[in-house]
């Protein structure tokens, strides 16, 4: 079995000292105590801050801490005071936290808090380096780590490597608001599998790279770099048996009762969370004061139980809003309130696991109504914890776990009389009902539990390694090149196919502005001059550019993807068969139409063919009124000879005869090669590899799918591989 090592900024357990006393405890709540069960099941390490700053610790401590820890397969990173005030409480809490949910007006963008998380990343980074050892799976969590993956990458770039995010991804208008959001999606990139809690979040994320960096995906499967990265959603879950046994421990029953007792027989409405602006504690209090005031039958017979865990008290917002919710909730309960009766019972203190089931088996509702929040599990913990088909779930849609459990209550939390007319909802919900929905929603957690949920990630990451390693066997690295020399030595007749944009130059906005420079004009004409050679140069650009490049090279050249040849040794334009340019004024129009509609788009006119580009376009309007024009032009090409190629980032409409494979076949045609070798980038690409012999050697630059032999990682491989040709002639 391969080990795991966990990488999160918590550990599940976290350092105390008192009187010069060291002691180590577990920590309650959060993605550390939701994962620890896995932990223990599995050949794991893990890897986290130590939850102390530096100073409080001599070294002989740390030396003890270090010690103990390793005992239980746990590495501690130690954090200086300043540290964790930049990197914790700074970026990660005061610029990421509140950009991600939504919150961005309340987000810090200081760099000093972004050079100090680059400084805690790299610490991170280096003390998993320290503790890799060979077939070692890499699993980084959340939003304090996500420049881990891209530096590990750096270090070791085969290695296996996992990212989660627990807290929701923004869409691309919000997260484009971060300073640093290119490195941030580098960072992320680096990761074979990141994993989202939705596919909401996914499709953020899938929007911010094509945005930014502009990296497009398939099926959520992106290329970067050599590298395939696969970006999925998975829903976290619990641990279910924990739950649905625990309700049966008498601790846990002796609390529920006490609860009950301590009621009166009044409804029990059950709130949990930790001190937070994401999650609407104070909008939960406003909307129980509003169903209070038009339900007046429910006064004094019915209780808000409140639960809040001090949290991130170090910031001054969290404080604000802890002073705000106790004055509302004094409030309440000061007009409304008897003697006999407080609205509100409001706890700001960590409650035991114990204490929490108690909770959870007394309420009748769980108003679980956060602004916004990634998952959720108070939610799923509740549900788990209703075991005799009592109890209604409340819970915002904007909490991941809505996409899960969408039998409960679902709600805007921003709607005050829809989350109040909800509790009149739940509390006159039949008992047959609430059974009925409960049952659903358990065999959903019973389904897919925490342990579920890591298997699934772990598998995913897997597959996508398999992946990664199989694009691997077929790069164009040191041995395919030497393979392909030692070939090219042996030739009698060779033929070389290069493709010109994309593979001996990258792509340009504009093509009239993608020139050969002088060292590819150079390489060239070596390769031209070189005995029992064809060379021919392939376009899809018009031949008139062509050939003011190309001309004097000793190049054979193909315009327009074959509709044009250039032969080196007549130095004449040939033309492909008879074709018609009549379809032109029908079909100009439509693209004119598309490009006003298209900022960015533009039209280029060659002599056989229209070239639709919207490379300089917003990537999601490109991509729309692509599809749109594609679908335009079928009906109106439906009746003529002609077809719509999709190339990158552009649509061609040409004659139905032309195509790189009509134009490979016919130089192949010419003479008895030995020897044979394609190279391209895109779509058009593919017929002209199809075309090819089985023993010939053919070279897709980028990773994408592609019936090449060969994947090489950009032009300076292919002209790389060219120059080793003309050393060897």
């Known amino acids: 079995m391969k080990r795991i090592i966990m990488v999160s900024n918590r550990l599940p357990v976290r350092i105390t000292k008192s009187n010069n006393q060291i002691d ?27 939850g102390i700053p530096r100073e409080r610790l001599n070294e002989d401590e740390h030396a003890t801490v270090r010690k103990k820890m390793r005992r239980r397969e746990i590495v501690p990173v130690s954090l200086s005071k300043i540290e964790i005030m930049r990197y914790y409480f700074g970026f990660s809490n005061k610029t990421i936290w509140p950009l991600f949910h939504y919150f961005q007006m309340l987000s810090k963008y200081k760099e000093t808090y972004w050079n100090e998380y680059v400084n805690v990343n790299r610490r991170f980074t280096e003390i998993i380096a320290g503790e890799i050892t060979p077939g070692d799976i890499v699993w980084i969590h959340d939003y304090q780590l996500m420049l881990v993956p891209g530096m590990l990458r750096e270090m ?83 641990d279910y048996r924990k739950y649905t046994e625990s309700v049966f421990n008498e601790n846990v029953r002796n609390e529920a009762l006490k609860t009950v007792h301590g009621m009166n027989d009044k409804k029990i409405v059950l709130s949990v969370d930790r001190l937070d602006y994401t999650k609407g504690i ?216 290069l493709d010109y944009d994309g593979t001996l130059v990258k792509f340009h906005g504009r093509p009239e502005h993608a020139e050969p420079d002088e060292p590819l004009r150079v390489l060239l004409k070596k390769l ?25 090279s000793g190049l054979n050249l193909m315009a327009e993807h074959g509709a044009m040849n250039f032969l080196a040794d007549t130095r004449e334009w040939e033309t492909f068969g008879s074709l018609s340019m009549a379809w032109k004024d029908s079909i100009l129009p439509v693209l004119e139409r598309f490009t006003l509609r298209t900022p960015g788009s533009f039209i280029e006119q060659k002599r056989f063919s229209l070239v639709w580009h919207y490379r300089k376009t917003v990537p999601e309007l490109g991509r729309l009124r692509a599809t749109e024009l594609k679908n335009s032009l079928a009906s109106l090409t439906r009746n003529l000879n002609i077809g719509v190629l999709e190339g990158s980032k552009t649509l061609e409409i040409k004659d139905m005869g032309i195509s790189k494979e009509t134009g490979c076949r016919y130089w192949l045609s010419r003479k008895d090669y030995d020897f044979v070798l394609a190279a391209g980038d895109d779509l058009t690409d593919e017929d002209m590899f199809k075309a090819l012999s089985p023993d010939a050697f053919s070279i897709k630059v980028g990773y994408a799918h592609s019936n090449a032999k060969y994947h090489a990682e950009s032009c300076l491989n292919i002209r790389g591989l060219l120059g080793r040709l003309t050393e060897n002639p």
């Open 156 to 238: 070791f770039p085969d290695i296996q490597i996992g990212f989660f995010l627990h807290i929701p991804f923004p869409d691309y208008e919000v997260f484009r608001l971060l300073p640093w959001r290119k490195e941030v999606l580098e960072g992320l990139m680096g990761a074979d599998l990141i994993g989202f809690h939705t596919y909401d979040y996914a499709a953020g994320f899938l929007d911010c790279i094509r945005n930014i960096i502009g990296i497009e995906n398939n099926l959520g499967v992106a290329v970067y770099g050599n590298r395939l990265v696969k970006i999925d959603a998975f829903p976290m879950g619990i």
């Open 528 to 552: 031209a001059s070189l005995p029992n050679t064809d060379v021919v140069l392939i376009s899809g650009r018009d031949h008139t550019s062509l050939a003011a490049w190309f001309g004097d």
């Open 282 to 497: 104070l909008q939960r209090i406003q909307s129980f004061e509003y169903f209070l005031a038009n339900c007046p039958e429910y006064l004094e017979k019915i209780t808000l139980i409140l639960v809040v865990s001090p949290s991130r008290d170090g910031i001054g917002d969290y404080r604000t809003i802890k002073r705000v919710v106790e004055e509302k909730i004094a409030a309440l309960n000061g007009k409304l309130g008897t003697i006999e009766w407080e609205p509100v019972k409001y706890f700001y203190r960590t409650m035991s696991f114990t204490e929490m089931m108690g909770l959870y088996i007394a309420s009748d509702i769980a108003l679980v109504t956060p602004l916004r929040d990634g998952m959720n599990l108070i939610a799923k913990e509740y549900v788990a914890a209703c075991h005799d088909g009592r109890g209604v779930l409340i819970l915002s849609e904007f909490a991941g776990s809505a996409k899960e459990l969408g039998e409960a209550i679902i709600v805007n939390p921003y709607n005050v009389r829809e989350v109040a007319d909800s509790l009149a909802k739940a509390l006159t919900m039949p008992p047959e009902e609430q059974a009925e929905i409960l049952r659903t929603m358990h065999a959903r957690l019973k389904k897919y539990d925490i342990d579920q949920w890591a298997e699934d990630f772990l598998d995913k990451l897997g597959s996508i390694r398999k992946e990664n390693i199989s694009i691997k066997k077929v790069t164009l690295d040191s041995i395919a090149v030497e393979r392909i020399v030692k070939m090219f030595v042996k030739r009698k007749q060779a033929l070389l196919l």
């Open 24 to 50: 180590i405890v577990a920590t309650a709540g959060g993605l550390a105590t939701g994962l620890s069960s896995f932990f223990s099941s599995h050949k794991s390490l893990w890897i986290g801050w130590n």
